[in-house]
């Protein structure tokens, strides 16, 4: 992918952007749409053991191996140097569903709060910790009232957050 570009357009999460990008020569996509890819394109051809890597606001693809786990993310342009990432969480590839969830909540905060919400929850019934979901969901609980919701969701979001993201020097 990085060799038919040198930069990545982060523009769009869905995975039918970043496909028809690819066609067209011109790489569009953020973490989410080009692991989903990763993940679809290894799992037609054989490779049995992907699933994502993820932190707040970050997901990528890993394949597991005797060596042990190679992981790969294509919105890095060197894809396999992980010295920046000290600490992520690994899971299934229904993570790459709960973040597709949330971020179509995302799109749809201002033209339809209701339907937001509903993708907000979607995306906490297959993720219960989606860090992102937990944040976005509070404030609009509160807004409709329901403020031991919001309340519940603001602490999760901050508990699940007890991991570094980066190392320090």
């Known amino acids: 992918i990085w060799g038919l570009n040198d930069s990545v357009k982060k523009e769009s999460s869905l995975l039918t952007d970043s496909i028809d990008s690819v066609i067209r020569s011109e790489v569009v996509g953020d973490c989410l749409s080009l692991s989903s890819l990763y993940a679809v394109m290894g ?14 606001g970050h997901i990528f693809n890993f394949v597991c191996c005797e060596e042990g786990d190679i992981l790969i993310d294509l919105t890095n342009p060197h894809m396999f140097n992980f010295s920046p990432y000290c600490d992520f969480k690994k899971g299934g590839l229904d993570l790459l ?3 597709v969830w949330n971020n179509r909540a995302n799109d749809l905060f201002e ?10 929850e979607k995306a906490l019934e297959i993720d219960p910790n989606c860090i992102e979901a937990l944040a976005i969901s509070a404030p609009l609980y509160a807004q409709e009232g ?7 969701n603001i602490e999760k979001a901050i508990k699940s957050m007890r991991y570094k993201i980066f190392k320090t020097r």
């Open 43 to 56: 799992l037609r051809i054989g490779i049995e053991e992907i699933g994502v890597c993820h932190y707040p």
């Open 146 to 152: 329901k403020l031991r919701l919001a309340f519940e």
């Open 111 to 120: 033209e339809d709060l209701d339907l937001a919400i509903l993708y907000l």
């Open 97 to 99: 569903i709960s973040r």
